[in-house]
């Protein structure tokens, strides 16, 4: 049998906070605090199909005020998706979806209702660096359109996907947003120097931007890398260097300070010139229709 804690706060049926060895923690589970009260002793239950834990004091503060703004349902009806995708992902999701996810999907509807539209400029980015997550965020949208009688938006979609890839691997928001965008300006700095459109669905732009994407997170890990071809690499290419230097510009500009080294941008000239291969490919193509 487990330990005895002290129930500090109730919040609602679902949801409250005990004093664990000295430790303020939120306990998330469908029916957990029913019947119990403040100062009341209570063991963890152990029949309750899952049960989340919030341990960060700063996520503790922001679900309670998260609960004293939306009603116990809502709430709970989240709390249901969030375990959906638990389950189906078979990870222990970042304790911050608790409150970010719950957070947005309350604002998407807000805004639904008031006839806002929703727009997603990194859609196209999302959808090719984040197919699973894409996949596992519908059945999100399409539970929320059901219980609330809303059409949600493909870009709202996008949005869904960016918290469920930030739960999965412990990463920021923002972080996720940041390297969609670097991708979005790179590819329409590409267009411009190509003088054309790039299919962002096509296999050579999808590699191309997962590539963008972990030289992001290098670069903002400060892990080194090494390219011992990069001068047989950028002396057979000069062209696609010279795209690479300018891309590298960007990167430097969005992830300051952090440097793009010589050895990184001689790897984004191999992309690089592997789009432009595609991309004269594609104009033979036309030409020979």
Known sequence: MSKPYRILKIL???SMILDADGIEKLYLGRGIAFGKKNNQY???PEKVDKVFVIEDQ???SDFEQLVNRNDESFILFCEELIRDLSRTTKRELNERIHISLIDHLSCTLRRLKMGEPIINPFLQEIEVLYEKEILLAEKVCRAME?????????GEVGFVAIHIHSAMYNGKIRDALKGNRICNKVLALLEEEFHTAIDRKSFDCARFMV???YLAKRIRAGEPVENKLADIIISSYPESYRLSEKVAAIL?????????SREETAYLTVHIERLASMLRREEAERKGE
């Open 146 to 154: 059901k219980r609330y009688q809303v059409e949600i938006p493909r």
């Open 58 to 60: 700063k996520n503790v």
């Open 42 to 44: 209570c063991q963890l």
């Open 211 to 213: 590539h963008l994407t």
């Open 12 to 14: 609602n049926n679902n």
């Open 252 to 260: 430097e500009q969005e992830l300051k300070p952090a440097p793009v």
